[in-house]
């Protein structure tokens, strides 16, 4: 699909609008080729989410757009609202155990039901939206028997290196499967036509290593942060089991680092695992610098056969980034307790750093949007401004997440706020400790607060390759409220 089959229906924040709504969305989702079941799903979801802002706003003159972006395996519906501010946290989660207790939160559940991602994002004065995402039903590389016993390594092929073509996926599909059974953390490797898509769209930018016979041997991509940013993530990464100790990794890496430094990124990080050093020695080798630790990102389920069949517990990544260009001086707003930490971490990234005394927030309403990956249990919370009602904000979104399942919860704040400081202790008494920071690129740096749910957590399981880890790790562990407890109680 193109942007030219985009469509948007503007309508009344009003019961009466429903029908319009559904009617829209089903169009578009038959066109799309949706199965009549699928299309049932979406149109209920709608209604549903429509539902939400009506049974919450008081506002006469509200509207709500529906815009409707078909692409080639996916279809996504943006549903924002214009009129007086809505406080989502106070709608209560609905409880199927429970279903006639909380029948308010019932339009959010089956929302978030009908669609494979539901996105909840407050653009300020752009309004409030939701991004709701149906994928087409497509194909998963087929599942193929484990050996009964582990491959014999080989000599590694001479290969080169180039963007994903749409006739590889199938065989990058396979790579992962090889590599990770059914548990890597994107669900989108394992669907060819997926995985193509979303490098036509450039919302992902692939490599691949193959040789003159054409055999894939690795993946590894880029995911952009965003449209404008110039900044991403480096990973989706890997490589047939048999070929692992031929640098097959490390130069698709380096690959796809010259590749953004050419396309003008400010810089690319990294989320290398713990439970085996070897990502953490390959972004050593490429200047990634560690600026963070990121306790239970991922579940426990993710494998790396041959490697860490089984993990213990979720699994942590070090955050590290490399740089491509030369950062520019900008004040920084960070609470006073992690001043000195902070001061640090600059210093070891080699990154100018000026901190400055905050001021209250002259905004009443921040600009934030959560995202929940429910498949990993895991979710980030962003605020992009902070407003009068930032604390509050968080507080409801925590609550909501927790009765989604969540067991992590990452807090981004833009350090470029002058406001920042004012809420330390909000984050604090709400669970929060110190995670690390993310370098940025037009958007500024980032801090980023860890909330692992009450869960004990082992840090002697994590595995790390350097020094400086190591010394975040301790300066992060020594700020664990569930250990501080546990320390005050004995």
């Not at 339009?107 to 087409?136: C, I, P, T």
């Amino acid at each position: 699909m193109t942007t030219t089959d985009a469509s948007q229906l503007i309508i009344p924040a009003r019961l009466r609008s429903i029908p319009l709504a559904r009617a829209h969305a089903r169009t578009v989702a038959e066109q799309s080729g949706f199965a009549p079941s699928a299309c049932r799903a979406i149109e209920l979801g709608v209604e549903e989410a429509v539902a939400q802002f009506i049974g919450l706003t008081d506002d006469d003159t509200a509207t709500l757009g529906l815009i409707c972006e078909p692409e080639a395996t996916r279809l996504i519906l943006r549903l924002r609202y214009h009129g007086l501010p809505l406080d989502f946290s106070r709608w209560p989660e609905y409880d199927p155990d429970q279903p006639e207790a909380y029948l308010e939160g019932l339009s959010a559940y089956l929302m978030r039901h009908a669609f494979d991602e539901a996105h909840w994002r407050n653009l300020g004065k752009e309004g409030q939206e939701w991004r709701l995402v149906k994928f087409l039903a497509t194909p998963r590389v087929d599942a193929e028997p484990a050996p009964v016993t582990p491959l014999e390594p080989k000599p590694t092929p001479a290969f080169t290196i180039h963007r994903l073509q749409a006739d590889e996926a199938l065989a990058v599909s396979r790579c992962f499967y090889a590599s990770y059974g059914y548990s890597y953390v994107y669900d989108f490797v394992y669907y060819p036509d997926r995985l193509a898509a979303l490098n036509a769209s450039d919302e992902l930018i692939s490599a691949v290593a193959v040789t003159t016979d054409g055999e894939v041997l690795g993946h590894a991509a880029l995911i952009p942060a965003g449209a404008e940013t110039r900044t991403g993530e480096l990973g989706v990464a890997a490589t047939l089991p048999r070929y692992r100790s031929g640098g097959v990794a490390r130069q698709l890496s380096a690959w796809l680092l010259d590749w953004a430094a050419r396309q003008g990124w400010h810089g690319v990080n990294v989320n290398a695992v713990t439970s085996h050093p070897f990502t953490q020695h390959i972004g050593v080798r490429l200047n990634f610098r560690p600026c963070g630790l990121l306790l239970g990102l991922a579940p426990a389920s993710l494998s790396f056969h041959g490697i860490a069949d089984r993990l213990r517990q979720r699994e942590s990544c070090v955050l590290a980034y490399h740089a491509l260009q030369p950062p520019s001086a900008r004040a920084l707003y960070p609470p006073l307790r992690y001043q000195p930490l902070l001061a640090r971490i600059y210093d070891w990234l080699d990154r100018p750093a000026s901190f400055a005394p905050g001021q209250a927030p002259t905004a009443m309403t921040s600009r934030w949007e959560t995202t929940a990956k429910g498949h990993l249990g895991t979710a980030i919370i962003t605020l992009r401004q902070l407003g009068q009602d930032a604390a509050h904000i968080v507080a409801g979104q925590l609550l909501d997440l927790r009765r989604q399942g969540m067991e992590c919860v990452l807090l981004y704040l833009n350090l470029g706020d002058p406001a920042l400081p004012t809420f330390a202790a909000d984050w604090e008494r709400l669970g929060f400790h110190f995670a690390g920071v993310m370098p940025g690129g037009d958007e500024g740096d980032w801090l980023i607060l860890n909330h692992l749910l009450q869960q004990a957590f082992d840090y002697e399981r994590l595995v790390l390759a350097d020094d400086w880890s190591r010394e975040l790790l301790a300066a992060i562990e020594a700020e664990d409220p569930v250990l501080q407890t546990l320390a005050r109680c004995g």
